[in-house]
Structures are given as structure tokens and as C-alpha cells.
């Protein structure tokens, strides 16, 4: 539950003590909301001690008459507009005209409450107004997570692009001054390393265009019927040749089983937990993986005998543009997105995604989805 800040600016003591009272008990809830909202009130009797109170402790509601000794709401409301507080305000007002009106909601006033008003007129303008503080502070939450989205993104791409691309130029300015020798033989290695980063460099953006593609696309734009053991078995072909490279076996267990997704949902989530399993896992180790129908889910299962995590960092596994860095991931590319995109589907159908593991024994992630 949340308590909203309510200043009451009126001449009049009994309009003010009226409001209180029927605000006292007064609680606002909407479906889309996850807290109720209580409120708490505060009094000003005129346009100067309502500043002076704003300046000191702004509220998140002001209950504003326009006809008031000396300064008048009108020009309070015009002084809020020029200092750009973030205040819903509702006029109080027993004159009100089309100019008024015009101006006021020029200067930032929500609404209108004239005088004299009931108890029920007034929680109705209070729970108009509520409604959209909450719009509001969705609003900016959202503008704000855009902004650390696109900053932790920018950062991602300097960092992630510029070192490979370092390393191909020095490594291309080697062979142009022919410091290892005049025959492209002489430089094999030197390939296989450029051959390495532009690798690292397509894995980051083929993960930032999936990363997109979750966020911005509906899941149910391409819905289709799709066997959870094909899907299972296309990757693990995918990534059949990295395992042979690392002495690494692949064993899947499962029937035919059928989901309602977009495939390419489902091939995502399969390479991104099978990539992992094969890149942090032991040269001759083993990665297992099951798909199964449970009472009420189905459960695709990954597990490796791999190097592990500590329970701190399994903690950070799922949080955007975030990697594991140790002693035993070190030289392991990543961009840090591949188990966030993978929770994030789940997520888009239901279900959630659950990881145990243990340093240097391995680790096992096991995604459930509701059947509908």
C-alpha cells in the first residue's frame, strides 16, 4: 500500500477540515494497480504558505482553490508550471468559466472540483487523479529503464566490438608487413584468431537482434504447433560441432511432445542454453538434455558437468548485459544477454526458468511452461 501526499490549499477552515475527513478512510484500488493507495493530508490557507510548503516538502496531489487572499491559485498554479514540479493538481473553484478552465489546464491541472461539492464528487475526482499519478509514474519508469537500456546497450557495443576489431586490425597489419613470414602458411594461426573474433562479433549480434526481437515483438504474432524434441535435436546439431572441437558428448532424452509458440522462440531458448552448456563446460565433459510433460508443465532440462556457479553468482545470471567474470570464465566470449533473452520467453509464455548448480561440478537449467 502507498500513502499519496495531499495538500488542501483553501481559505476556509471547514473546507479543509471537510476534506480531510472524508479522505481519512478514503482508499483507491484499480486492477491494473499492484498497490492500493491511502492518503494523507495537509492544510495551507493561502497561496503564499502553499509554496512555502511545496518548497519544503512538494506533495504528490495539490487540492487547489482559485479564489484566495492575496495570491491566487491561478498564479500559484503558474509558479508550479515555472519551477516544473511534478504535482497533480485539481482546482477548487465556485466560478468557474471556459477561460479559467483553459488556462488552468494550460498552466498543469488535472482536473476541476467545483464548490460546493459532495463526498462522493470528490473521491471520484481524487480517484481520477490517482489514476493518473500511477499512469504517470509508469510512464517514467519506463522512459528511465529505456534510457539504462540504451546506455548498458551502447556500452555493451564499445566494448564487446572494440576489442575484437583492435585485434583484427593488428593482426591484418601483420600479415601486411609480412613480420611472420612471406607464406600465408606462415600465418595460419594468426587466421584462426581473426577467424575467432569475427565469430565473437556475429554471436553478439545475432544476441542484440534476438534481445530486440523479445522486447518489441507479440509472441502470439506467429503461433504455431512445434515439436519440443525436433527443436531440441536441431540444436544440439547446431552446436554438435563445437562439442566434437572440446571432446565434449551430447545426450538427449524426450518423446514427441507439442507446444503452442513461435519457433523461433523455442530454437532461441535451445541454442542459447546449449551454447552455454558446451562453452563453460570441462574439455570430455557432457551436456544432457530433456524435454518432459509434468502434471500441469512442460520442462526442457540442460544440464552440464561444467565449471559451475557460486550461489552469489547465480543470483546475477538473468539481469541484462551481465556476465560471470572469474578465473574460470576468463577467455569465455559472451555478450551477457544470451540467459536473459531465455528467461525473458519463458516469461512472454507463462512459465519461468530455474538454474542449480554447484563450482565445478556443473549446472542445470530447467524452463518450465504452463500447459493451456
Given at each position: ?58 506533495p504528490e496531489i495539490l487540492l487547489l482553490d482559485n479564489k484566495l487572499p492575496g495570491m491566487d491559485g ?102 601486411k608487413e609480412g613480420e611472420l613470414g612471406e607464406g600465408i602458411q606462415d600465418y595460419d594461426e594468426v ?28 509472441k502470439d504474432e506467429k503461433i504455431e504447433r512445434v515439436n519440443l524434441k525436433e527443436r531440441a535435436q ?139
Amino acid at each position: 500500500m502507498e500513502i499519496l501526499s495531499i495538500l488542501v490549499v483553501d481559505d476556509e477552515p471547514g473546507i479543509r477540515s471537510g476534506i480531510k475527513r472524508i479522505l481519512a478512510g478514503h482508499r483507491v484500488s484499480f486492477p491494473f494497480m499492484d498497490d492500493d493507495y491511502t492518503f494523507h493530508c495537509q492544510e495551507a490557507a493561502s497561496g503564499e504558505e502553499a509554496l512555502a510548503l511545496l518548497e519544503k516538502s512538494p506533495p504528490e496531489i495539490l487540492l487547489l482553490d482559485n479564489k484566495l487572499p492575496g495570491m491566487d491559485g491561478m498564479e500559484v498554479l503558474e509558479i508550479i508550471k515555472q519551477k516544473k514540479m511534478d504535482i497533480m493538481v485539481a482546482m477548487i473553484t465556485s466560478y468557474a468559466s471556459l477561460e479559467i478552465a483553459a488556462k488552468a489546464t494550460g498552466d498543469g491541472a488535472w482536473d476541476f472540483i467545483p464548490k460546493p461539492f459532495t463526498p462522493a464528487e470528490l473521491k471520484s475526482s481524487i480517484d481520477l487523479i490517482t489514476k493518473q499519478y500511477f499512469l504517470k509514474k509508469i510512464r517514467r519508469t519506463m522512459k528511465e529503464e529505456g534510457k539504462k537500456i540504451r546506455y548498458q546497450f551502447l556500452s555493451v557495443l564499445s566494448h564487446e566490438l572494440k576489442s575484437p576489431i583492435n585485434a583484427l586490425e593488428g593482426y591484418l597489419q601483420m600479415m601486411k608487413e609480412g613480420e611472420l613470414g612471406e607464406g600465408i602458411q606462415d600465418y595460419d594461426e594468426v587466421l584462426d584468431r581473426s577467424l575467432q573474433r569475427v565469430d565473437g562479433m556475429r554471436t553478439l549480434i545475432m544476441d542484440l537482434l534476438d534481445f530486440t526481437k523479445i522486447r518489441l515483438e507479440r509472441k502470439d504474432e506467429k503461433i504455431e504447433r512445434v515439436n519440443l524434441k525436433e527443436r531440441a535435436q536441431m540444436a544440439l546439431s547446431t552446436i554438435k560441432l563445437l562439442a566434437i572441437q572440446r571432446n565434449i558428448s551430447l545426450n538427449f532424452s524426450g518423446e514427441d511432445l507439442y507446444y503452442d509458440a513461435d519457433p523461433s522462440d523455442l530454437d532461441i531458448m535451445f541454442n542459447n542454453l546449449l551454447s552455454n552448456a558446451v562453452k563453460y563446460n570441462h574439455e570430455g565433459g557432457s551436456v544432457k538434455v530433456s524435454v518432459d510433460q509434468l502434471d500441469t508443465e512442460l520442462e526442457i532440462k540442460v544440464s552440464d558437468s561444467g565449471i559451475g556457479m557460486s550461489v552469489e553468482e547465480v543470483s546475477q545470471l538473468f539481469k541484462e548485459f551481465v556476465r560471470i567474470k572469474n578465473s574460470r570464465t576468463r577467455g569465455i566470449d559472451g555478450s551477457g544477454l544470451g540467459l536473459s533473452i531465455v528467461s525473458k520467453i519463458a516469461e512472454l509464455y507463462g512459465g519461468h526458468i530455474h538454474v542449480t548448480s554447484v563450482p565445478e561440478k556443473g549446472s542445470e537449467f530447467s524452463v518450465l511452461l504452463p500447459l493451456l
